[in-house]
């Protein structure tokens, strides 16, 4: 159906595909906004993009595209890092440091179980189990060798979970249905000298990253220097929503595009396993917020919130919507980023080493 059957001029054979790629990933990001699906300006991009490279349409993203949206990304991140996030953190810092290494060593634990009963490779396992931002994940995962197709599916697919299981608990605690919907203004008013300066950080923190060949340099340069010239109160990290939306779209089109109708029926097969390791990683959390109440003090709901094993934007959109404690929610989600970022690529490099000594002698035994 998205074939043309009068054979075209190779580029406006190209013009035609992305008119289509953009075109139905526009489709796709208006129902899923409707139905309220967290994450909807990356998912949907991903979507359309797995759905035209499965017809056999070929397509491929520019790097500098691609590069140029990690540093975004990496601003974004760097916007949630701020004085008062630092200031609720120093405060409490040995229950947020608690509460975050076990939230991690559960998630490694969850990777390390799929990679050992081979659900998934070793690094993409521990990768896809990691408790962080979804499109940093992915980045990084692949920055370091890692397949972001699968990477990809593990993290959108606990995203989806966790945003859907939060909103539920949001409602039952705050008595309603769930949290109201989040009504995006693509064009608000900005500080345009603000935006400026986030997008020359962008550009050379980003291009300072790869040049320094630092893996996923583009998105940790931003990240680091943003986190420090807006905590020092240099700057204030400002982007559009529209060009947010832009940069999304191409994560998720660079990640759809890769993906084939073999990886497909690969991921079909895993995911009855991954699902599980999902709700597993969810009650791990519930079972920590529930010790935050009782031995902290923190209420129910913003201690769930808290703990929730990632997709940090969703999280802001439903504690922001709630009776919650605001600060605390986001210190601890922004906080485990930071150190997820850190110790990942580590975490991954060991539990393959160790999965090959398991496996390897087992496969090679009569």
Not at 62 to 87: D, E, K, Y
Request: hydrophobic share 60%; net charge positive; with cysteine.
């Amino acid at each position: 159906m998205l074939e043309m059957s009068v054979p075209l001029p190779s580029k406006s054979r190209t013009a035609f595909h992305w008119s289509i790629l953009i075109l139905l990933s526009a489709v796709m990001v208006g129902v899923l906004e409707l139905l309220r699906m967290p994450a909807a300006l990356l998912l949907a991009p991903m979507a359309a993009a797995v759905i035209i490279s499965t017809r056999g349409i070929a397509i491929k993203v520019p790097r500098h595209a691609f590069f140029a949206a990690q540093s975004v990304v990496g601003c974004l991140i760097a916007h949630s890092i701020t004085p008062s996030t630092l200031g609720t953190v120093a405060a409490r810092w040995p229950m947020f440091f608690g509460t975050i290494f076990a939230v991690l060593i559960a998630s490694c634990f969850c990777g390390w179980l799929l990679a050992r009963f081979q659900v998934l490779p070793g690094s993409v396992a521990v990768w896809g189990s990691a408790p962080g931002a979804a499109s940093a994940m992915t980045v990084l995962a692949g920055a370091h060798g890692a397949d972001m197709r699968l990477v990809a599916f593990m993290q959108y697919l606990r995203v989806v979970f966790v945003a859907l299981a939060a909103a539920l608990v949001s409602g039952l605690w705050a008595g309603s249905s769930g949290p109201p919907a989040h009504a995006m203004e693509w064009f608000p008013d900005l500080a345009w000298k603000d935006v400026a300066a986030t997008l020359a950080l962008a550009a050379i923190a980003g291009t300072g990253g790869r040049l320094l060949k630092i893996p996923a340099g583009g998105l940790l340069g931003p990240l680091i220097a943003g986190a420090i010239l807006q905590g020092s109160g240099i700057m204030t990290i400002t982007l559009p929503p529209w060009f947010l939306a832009v940069s999304y779209a191409i994560i998720g089109w660079n990640i759809g595009t890769r993906f084939t109708r073999e990886i497909l029926t690969y991921v079909a097969g895993a995911l009855p396993r991954v699902a599980l390791a999902i709700v597993a990683q969810i009650g791990f959390c519930v079972g920590v917020a529930s010790l935050l109440t009782r031995f902290a003090g923190i209420d129910p709901l913003s201690a769930y919130l808290a703990t929730s094993p990632g997709g940090a934007d969703s999280i802001a959109i439903i504690a922001a919507s709630s009776h919650v404690d605001l600060s605390f929610v986001m210190a601890m989600q922004t906080l485990r980023l930071f150190l997820v970022l850190l110790v990942s690529p580590s975490l991954a490099r060991l539990v393959a080493r160790q999965i090959d000594k398991v496996i390897k002698p087992a496969t090679a035994a009569p």
